[in-house]
């Protein structure tokens, strides 16, 4: 049983790890929305949003939570995780860095009142959210089931790490995302290597999708055997090794 709760905290410790990357570019993003209104209004605005979001998030969690072991939805999901992670590290190793275009949305953010815009930054959290849902329930699904019963489709320890993930998200980008900018100026590759994550999540969903009873093309128990439970995790921390202490190309290219 100890064995089953030291899987659980792992796997929590990796969710909020990844979502504190990922937090950084969505605070971003929302600082940008609101940049037009008044300094007082600002904060406002943004915590507002926050609080918006966090009333959409947990609606979706709960929805999520009775489709979660529909495989279906568990291919649309990996093919969605691969996709965003390949997407992110093929366009920072062949194309432009992937920036986010500022003055587009201070374009759009412009001119609109106070509501509007805490809607818009709520919505804007919520479209992050759908990134770190279906990560946080890709690596849930691959734990062991907890003595909690089942919550609508989910185990109720598997449902409650999914919960934490959520409540962490919005949590990092309210008060830690600052400090993620500042690591990831620091160490620019995270980035990248934090969606080289969310792709290896997505190989995970598949693999948790190809072991599903009505497809079956794994064994069933596969997911959650040892060897496939150590190769996962053991890639993990060997993408994240990599992504941090993969050298600076900026400080590189000032060197020449």
Partial sequence: MESIWLEYGWTLLILIGLEGLLSADNALVLAVIAKHLPDDQKKKAINYGIILAFVFRFGALFAISFIANVWQVQAI?????????????????????????????????????????????????????????????????????????????MDGGQFIVVVLGGIAGLILIKFAATWFVQLLDKRPALETTAYAIVAWVGVKLAVITLAHKDIHVLDHDFPHSTGWTLTFYGVLVAIALIGWFAPDKSSKDGNK
Avoid: C, M
């Avoid at 969605?80 to 986010?100: D, S, V």
């Fill in 77 to 153: 999901g990996a093919a969605y995780l691969l996709y965003l992670g390949l997407k992110h590290i093929i366009k920072a190793r062949f194309g432009k860095e992937n920036e986010i275009n500022q003055e587009d949305i201070e374009e759009e953010s412009a001119g609109k009142g106070y509501w509007p815009t805490v809607g818009k930054i709520a919505l804007a959290d919520l479209a992050f959210a759908i990134d770190s849902i279906l990560a946080a329930v890709a690596l849930a699904l691959g734990l062991p089931d907890s003595p909690l019963g089942d919550f609508g489709g």
